[in-house]
């Protein structure tokens, strides 16, 4: 069935910390149709091209369905009283990580994406939030989005709808794959499946073949926690 947008959301350059690092993590809603290209929206902003944007990388997704339970769990934060707040492109109700796999292909207005892979969270999102630990909440709870890639560009809009195409890898969602690198992190036979899974970019999958190699999980506190200061 198709899923209608609650919002389409692009952010310009800003400064989030002392040291005036760049991000275009504060979203705000496009004001009207927008061109996707190969490499994202027209009008969006990446501060770190290096682990931001790019192909693999060009549309964030956040499920509006995560809101209550974060409000639940961080309580009443103003920047959940609307989408945008973990600074995705997309914002819908009714498709969660649980629902969407690698390789699913969408129809979005002019535009075609492919699910390329899931979101892993950055000391930005502590910032963002004003907590020292919400990249790791975020990564803990299974509540990461996830990437598109963009197969055909177009233009799209906040009334357009979702529409998923084809499926060429159902076994594995977002949310399984999420589950191996994070939960169940030494499943040998998973690591093997992942590190074989063509449709996931190179950098998921150097990922499982090194776990496989040396038999240790990477380190995640630079990328949840940032570099120290000095």
């Given at each position: 069935m198709p899923i209608p947008l609650d919002a389409l959301l692009v952010g310009e350059l800003q400064a989030i910390d002392e040291r005036g690092t760049l991000s275009g993590i504060d979203k705000k809603p496009a004001p009207g149709a927008l061109h996707l290209s190969a490499t994202g929206f027209v009008g969006d902003r990446q501060g770190d091209l290096k682990r931001h944007g790019g192909i693999e990388k060009a549309v964030h997704h956040y499920p509006y369905d995560h809101y209550g339970p974060w409000r639940s769990e961080i309580g009443p934060v103003a920047l959940l009283d609307r989408p945008g707040a973990f600074g995705e492109n997309l914002s819908t109700s009714g498709l969660t990580e649980e629902d969407v796999a690698i390789g699913d292909r969408f129809r979005l207005g002019g535009a075609l994406l492919e699910v390329s892979q899931g979101r892993q969270p950055c000391w930005k999102l502590n910032r963002r939030f004003e907590r020292t630990d919400m990249a790791r909440r975020v990564q803990q709870s299974g509540r990461t989005g996830w990437y598109y890639r963009v197969i055909e560009e177009g233009r799209v809009c906040a009334d357009d709808v979702l529409a998923l195409v084809d499926r060429r890898c159902p076994k594995w969602t977002v949310r399984r794959l999420w589950h191996y690198l994070y939960i169940d992190t030494m499943n040998r036979d998973a690591l093997q499946e992942i590190a074989n899974l063509e449709i996931l970019p190179a950098g998921w999958r150097d990922y499982a073949s090194?776990?496989?190699?040396?038999?240790?999980?990477?380190?995640?506190?630079r990328r949840l926690e940032g570099v120290p200061e000095g």
């Open positions: 090194k776990r496989l190699a040396t038999r240790t999980v990477e380190d995640w506190t």
